[in-house]
């Protein structure tokens, strides 16, 4: 089994587009959409909804009010400020609430009870080139790269389960939790960058990252005509560090068009320019027994 990680140091670079044209080119295979927090992928590949799961990411602390007394002993020890007086009573915000239970253990009332965060789900199904598998974490929940690595464990018992031997992983942005869940025991690491200066110094700090873990990466400039000397500097910075630029996508109109027809754009426009070179660094990556 091989899996293929792609990944950005920034967001908007174009990321979750190459992915969804590797996931429709060649022969079929599994995609997981590591990029939980912010999912879009399924927008394109239109996945089978064939199973959902619910994913548990904490506890929130609630009160019981007939069982309170307004001691307001837990507001003391409160260090995320989520316990105040409101209306004479104590009250507890479910947006600020850390799960910590340290209130749940000070109240000698019994007042206070933990509930699990469920409002994360995980699901798979099968699109029109293999199958996928994807998240959605609910807005202000935690533990997203918990979350990554049952989308991964997922998309590995599919592989397993069907026979297919290619996973493709669409990684977050940055560098964080997310992204080295995403990372992580894969095969090979396409960073995706765009030609600004931003775009660049994340470059950095997202090899950092694969080299940390000793990950072979190669680098893919995308809308590198939109500043010819910015991507001469990028180019010539992965020369010095040994790190092969494998493609350069020019900018393409064709690309929004395409994914405003759930669509990528080696399927909505296959002649195009950006398709072409897309087509040609899937190709690399083939020939290297990637994907």
Known sequence: MVELAIL???????????????????????VADCDVDAANLHLVLQPGQDFQERFVT???????????????????????????????????????????RLCFRVCSSRAIRMV???????????????????????????????????????????????????????????????????????????????????????LKRILELTGGFKIPSVVVINKYDLNWNMTGEIEDWCLQMNIPVIGKIPFDAKVVEAMLHCKSIVEWAPESAAAKEISSIYQQTSNNGVA
């Not at 990321?15 to 429709?24: E, M, Q, R, V, Y």
């Not at 400020?81 to 910590?100: L, N, P, R």
């Not at 297919?164 to 939790?177: E, K, M, R, S």
Request: with cysteine; hydrophobic share 35%.
């Open 116 to 202: 699990e965060s469920d409002k994360s789900f995980w699901y798979s199904g099968s699109f029109r080139n293999g199958f996928m598998v994807h998240a959605r974490l609910a807005p202000g929940e935690e533990n997203s790269g918990k979350l990554v690595n049952v989308v991964r464990e997922q998309a590995r018992k599919l592989a397993s389960m069907t026979g297919l031997g290619t996973i493709i992983i669409d990684g977050p942005a940055g560098t964080g939790c997310p992204a080295i869940s995403s990372l992580t025991g894969t095969n090979k690491a396409l960073i995706v960058t765009e030609p600004t200066r931003s775009g660049f110094h994340d």
């Open 8 to 30: 950005s140091g920034k967001g908007g670079t174009g990321k979750t587009s190459i992915s969804a044209a590797f996931a429709t080119l060649g022969s079929e295979m599994i």
């Open 58 to 100: 904490g506890a929130k602390a609630i009160i019981e009010q007939d069982l309170c007394t307004n001691c307001g002993l837990c507001i003391n020890y409160c260090r995320f400020d989520a316990i105040s007086y409101h209306a004479g009573q104590v009250a507890i915000s479910e947006t600020s609430c850390d799960g910590c």
